[in-house]
């Protein structure tokens, strides 16, 4: 079975950044999603060119931070802060065609920093919303990068970076027994959704999720991969 331990959020804070460089050099983590609207861009774009064995997607953002584009008003409210939260699905649909636009202006603003883009993916999964479905597939064609699994797109194999994505270790679910469960799954590739970080004042500011990112980092550097399990680079 074909595993990729993706680290999400990469380029958000410095103590996130340094955990998933950390969890990479260390440990079973070959991939990260750089956000572009991050706090700390380009201390990761800097870790990731001294270390080119990561490789390197995007973290498309809609419901977190400031907008890359500045022609985009009804994503933002009047400081340029999106208003799409992790609840977008309680929300009315956005604007697709400024969706695309500031999604266009992300993935350029990342071909910028001469990083070779990997995949795409996106946060709080919101590249699952169906309503924004058909601009998921046209950026994954415009840009020749596959995407992260989700329901919405498991119809469009041709554009997906594995079979299936792995949730579950996440809070409660993080432990060390995890090649065991991604065992047992009935596919040939899994991409694993990982968030290790080094807790610092900004992550606690930006995120709910804090705590559980050390022990994840902890966990992914100690982790002994079987036989069985072919870890993508």
């Not at 995890?178 to 970080?197: C, D, K, R």
Request: net charge negative; hydrophobic share 40%.
């Amino acid at each position: 079975m074909r595993i990729l331990f993706n680290a999400d959020d990469f380029g958000l804070t410095k103590g996130i950044t340094d955990g998933i460089m950390e969890a990479h050099v260390k440990g079973v983590v070959g991939s990260a999603t750089l956000m572009m609207n991050g706090l700390a861009v380009d201390h990761a774009v800097t870790q990731a060119k001294k270390h080119p064995s990561l490789n390197v997607g995007i973290h498309l953002c809609l419901t977190w931070g400031k907008a890359v584009s500045d022609r985009v008003p009804d994503l933002v409210n009047d400081n340029g802060v999106f208003k799409y939260k992790n609840t977008f699905l309680e929300m009315d649909p956005p604007n697709v065609e400024q969706v695309e636009i500031e999604w266009r202006a992300q993935l350029d603003a990342f071909l910028e920093t001469g990083l070779t883009l990997h995949h795409i993916d996106s946060h709080h999964h919101i590249h699952g919303w169906n309503p924004l479905k058909e601009v998921v597939i046209k950026l994954a064609k415009a840009y020749d990068v596959p995407v992260r699994y989700v329901e919405s797109l498991k119809e469009n194999r041709e554009i997906l970076l594995t079979d299936t994505l792995w949730l579950d270790f996440y809070g409660d679910g993080v432990n060390a027994g995890i090649f065991s469960e991604l065992q047992q799954l009935p596919v040939n590739s899994v991409e694993v959704m990982t968030h290790p970080a080094f807790i610092d004042d900004e992550l606690r500011q930006v995120s709910s999720y804090v705590d559980k990112r050390e022990e994840e980092r902890e966990i992914l550097c100690r982790l002994s991969v079987p036989d069985w399990a072919d870890l993508s680079r």
